[in-house]
């Protein structure tokens, strides 16, 4: 199949940047979106050009390395996918494609589709961790986790940190993210004890990045892990009551 | 105060005020709903709102004091929307291609805009039916005279359809707002998650269904 790509190019973060369109033709609709990036990459780097620049890892759909804006939809047309998982085949022959970065204040794009996510990093530095002492290990079966609430923790943690959520959202917001970081601690009993304050401090942290939640539900659409808002609201919920039980020390 | 300096804080201010000005918005629905009765009926119930709690409260301070707790309720909803709104613009970058949105409905696209005209319609119609101010209010408007200032109001066919189009605006922000508050305030569980957005589509229709219908009964001369 031929398509007709307009990618954002970059040089730097201080530069403009704009849109350059790409003829990309004899791919295969089995190839992934990366893939397809990547032959035209190989095509710019021997005709002596300079290739476009994106994040990617894995490619298996779990690490949260890759993720672009496609046709106006993060990670691109099709539900639950990172960008590495879509194929070609969602895409149809002759096909204009557009591809840009995320976009949001606090995710400065550094070349091409490349962007600054660790904004991320500092929201899970506040309070995306657990403060135990370390030591042996104590006997499982002395704390004891109902399955719903180990499976509702367990669909937090599915979060990769891609920022999809951050991106599909008018507002910038990462209260998903955010969220999701929070509650697959939160709702178990070694991640519980600091519930409270692990929300306070991320929350806060949050807010010096990004921007608040209006409950569009873009950003629900958009995760390629399907995380719920559920997670917003008990994050919320958590939030005010930890206000309104904090005693200074946060 | 340092909770209300939150963006979360500000969005629970939004829902519990958002709830306050939904009681309100319900109870001036019904209460209009007694135009339908005509026998001066809406007069006397404006009329018994004035005496609420009388003698126990002089007369009319209860009446004050609900509209105390509804200015403020208006004024703190508006100005966390006001701030969240500038803290929006500030975290957003514009995407520079096409945008395709998935989920997001109109009427949570149009909040702001929604809000603003309700709060501008809100100043006419106070203008018209509790001020008396002309040109807002119709000619021989008189205090204490509901139903007949209601009814000459409502004959203008331009005012007719500003309240048609108002009440439509509202009820497209009830729309999202009541379901929105859940999640600001913190409430969702699968058990009824659901039921969130039937609340909200059922709240907004028994509205705009309950005050439109008034100005189409005058069109008629159903009443008035």
Redesign the interface.
């Given at each position: 199949m031929n398509i007709t790509l307009?990618a954002?190019r970059q040089a730097g973060p201080s530069d403009e940047g704009?849109?350059e369109t790409y003829q990309v033709s004899d791919l295969s609709s089995d190839m992934s979106f990366l893939e397809m990036l990547d032959v035209l990459n190989e095509r710019l780097t021997l005709e002596g050009l300079e290739p476009i620049a994106f994040d990617s890892d894995c490619r298996e759909g779990i690490c949260g390395a890759c993720g672009v804006?496609i046709?106006?939809?993060a990670h691109g047309p099709q539900a639950a996918t990172a960008t590495c998982q879509l194929h070609m085949r969602s895409f149809q022959d002759g096909d204009t494609i557009?591809?840009?970065p995320w976009?949001?204040?606090?995710?400065e794009v550094i070349r091409d589709l490349v962007v600054d996510r660790s904004a991320f990093d500092r929201i899970v530095e506040a309070g995306g961790f657990i403060t135990v002492a370390t030591g042996s290990a104590p006997e499982a079966n002395l704390t004891p986790v109902p399955k719903e609430t180990a499976e509702t923790a367990f669909d937090a943690a599915a979060c990769i940190g891609c920022g999809a959520c951050v991106a599909?959202c008018?507002?910038?917001?990462a209260q998903l993210f955010t969220a999701a970081k929070a509650s697959h601690l939160n709702l178990l009993p070694q991640g519980g004890a600091e519930r409270y304050v692990r929300t306070e401090r991320m929350?806060?942290t949050m807010?010096r990045?990004?921007?608040?939640?209006?409950?569009?539900?873009?950003c629900?659409?958009?995760c390629p892990k399907q995380i719920s808002?559920?997670f917003?609201?008990?994050?919320?919920?958590?939030?005010?009551k930890a206000?309104v039980n904090s005693r200074g020390n946060a | 105060m340092e909770f209300y300096r939150s963006a979360v804080g500000k969005k629970w201010v939004m829902g519990v005020t958002g709830i306050a000005l939904l009681g309100f918005v319900l109870a001036h629905m019904i209460g209009n709903l007694k135009v339908y009765l005509g026998d001066g009926q809406l007069d006397s119930y404006a009329h018994f709102l004035r005496e609420l709690l009388y003698p126990l409260l002089p007369k009319t301070v209860t009446l004050w004091l609900m509209r105390t707790g509804l200015v403020i309720a208006f004024l703190l909803h508006i100005h966390a929307a006001a701030s969240l709104t500038l803290l929006n613009r500030r975290a957003n970058t514009a995407y520079r291609g096409p945008r395709d949105l998935a989920v997001a409905s109109y009427a949570s696209r149009t909040m702001r805009w929604s809000g603003v005209i309700v709060a501008v319609f809100l100043l006419w119609h106070l203008a018209d039916l509790t001020w008396g101010v002309t040109p807002m209010a119709p000619e021989g408007w008189t205090a204490g005279a509901v139903e007949a200032n209601l009814a000459a109001s409502l004959s203008r066919g331009g005012v007719a359809v500003l309240y048609i189009v108002a009440n439509l605006l509202l009820g497209v922000h009830i729309y999202h707002g009541a379901w929105s508050l859940f999640q600001s305030l913190g409430l969702a569980h699968p058990s009824y998650n659901r039921w969130r957005r039937r609340f909200a589509q059922a709240f907004s229709a028994v509205i705009v269904i309950g005050n439109v219908s008034i100005p189409i009964a005058v069109w008629t001369g159903w009443v008035g």
């Open positions: 307009r954002w704009g849109f804006m046709n106006g939809r557009t591809v840009e976009r949001a204040a606090a995710f599909a008018p507002n910038s917001a929350v806060d807010e990045f990004f921007g608040s939640c209006t409950n569009h539900g873009e629900e659409a958009a808002i559920d917003i609201a008990m994050m919320n919920r958590d939030y005010v206000k | -």
